[in-house]
């Protein structure tokens, strides 16, 4: 029944009989004061159960908030963006991008967990971020995770077992954390900003992948962790498009002794691509916190729609302190990618420890022959 027509309805009781109504005691009565002071502590004791009741399920359950704000200047030789074509093909009309921008980004992630008392936790997360030029601030998907004796398993918009490989983006550099030694290849991960997009086979328009789900399960124990995900594109249809395929992952890696990291990774059906399959292995060396050399190497995958691939990547990094709170950090890449102008990409940054926040800085040169370079504050909550 709607509440319109629920307001007309006559309540049966009001068919009853009236009760004499008891007017409000006077100042002066005193079996009214006994009844007012039996009153009141009755509704002080129900207000104080109320408040522990609610106060003991905000202590059952665990509800943090973490994240970064960053904030810089970022420089792209030839224009941040491509040039935009304002007026048709009328002279005059072809617009270029600025070389310099100011970028910013704030992350909040929101994980809220709760304990058995068999020692089983259940948690989940959302993730809230805004970021320069975007319309509005973006709540991912959230996700839902259980977790016993080191093994964890990640339900919805879920982690997966190659982008979580350990080092995959230890070359990163920079305020944005950067670098042209990543993986160049197309495959899922958590997703920030939303589910991936996918254009509607029945009239072409571009949809998110709502019925995405992804599972993931990680284990843990003596130095050693182990990833597995599927991710479904579409569980609820089986659509006839190139980026439909389930994507199959895996990862696993070893520390010994604080040290030494060993790390690698298999993606079958990157990003729902049949046959876009990739690998990766990295292996690095810590000499303490701060300073550190590593070695990457990746097989890309290939190009959706493309008999070219995204070629082999291996890269060198490395950082080192050379002062107290400084630390410069740089890397080597070569990348086999037939569409590259150049096969190398190299760059060098600096990071200055503010202590809860950091300057940073980087310049980079890619695989087009062009410069990049940004300088900026991040901090962390």
């Known amino acids: 029944m709607g509440k319109e027509n629920s307001r007309r309805v006559i309540p049966l009781h009001h068919n009853r009989e009236r009760v004499k109504q008891i007017a409000y005691p006077g100042r002066d009565s005193w079996l009214g004061q006994q009844r007012d002071k039996r009153e009141h502590t009755m509704k002080k004791a129900l207000i104080a159960s109320t408040a522990l009741v609610l106060t003991a399920g905000i202590a059952a359950a665990d509800v943090t908030i973490s994240g970064y704000g960053r904030t810089g200047v970022l420089y792209q030789e030839g224009g941040v963006r491509g040039p935009i074509d304002t007026n048709g093909d009328a002279p005059g009309g072809l617009v270029d991008a600025s070389d310099a921008i100011v970028q910013s980004r704030l992350r909040m992630n929101i994980d809220a967990t709760t304990s058995t008392d068999q020692g089983v936790d259940f948690g989940g997360r959302i993730r809230i971020q805004w970021d320069q030029g975007d319309d509005e601030t973006t709540v991912a998907p959230g996700y839902v995770y259980v977790t016993a004796s080191g093994l ?8 997966t077992a190659y982008d979580s490989a350990a080092l995959l983006y230890n070359s990163e550099i ?25 254009a509607n086979v029945v009239d072409g328009a571009i949809d998110r992948r709502s019925d995405y789900m992804g599972v993931m399960v990680k284990y843990a124990v003596a130095g050693v962790n182990l990833r597995a995900s599927v991710i479904d594109p579409d ?14 992952s895996v990862s696993a890696d070893y520390v010994w002794n604080d ?3 060993l790390s690698a990774a298999y993606v079958k059906n990157g990003a729902g691509i049949d046959d876009n399959d990739q ?17 990457l190497y990746i097989d890309n995958g290939e190009v959706l ?22 630390t410069i950090n740089g890397y080597v890449a070569n990348n086999s990618a037939d569409s590259n102008e150049s096969d190398n990409a190299f760059g060098i940054g600096g990071a200055y420890d503010l202590g809860g926040a950091m300057l940073a800085g980087s310049v980079q040169r890619g695989y087009d022959e062009n410069i990049t370079a940004d300088m900026g504050v991040q901090f962390n909550f």
């Open 152 to 159: 964890t398993v990640e339900i919805g918009n879920s982690n």
């Open 279 to 295: 690998y990766f292995v990295g292996a690095e060396y810590a000499f303490n916190d701060k300073t550190d050399i590593g070695l």
């Open 174 to 198: 920079g305020v944005y954390s950067r670098s042209f030694g990543n993986s160049r290849g197309d495959f899922f991960a958590y997703n920030t900003d939303g589910y991936p997009t996918l």
């Open 235 to 248: 569980q609820v249809y089986d659509l006839p498009t190139d980026t439909s395929e389930k994507e199959y």
């Open 259 to 261: 040290s030494v990291t």
């Open 305 to 326: 729609g493309d008999d070219s691939d995204l070629g082999k990547t291996i890269t060198l990094y490395g950082s080192y302190e050379v002062a107290p709170l400084t």
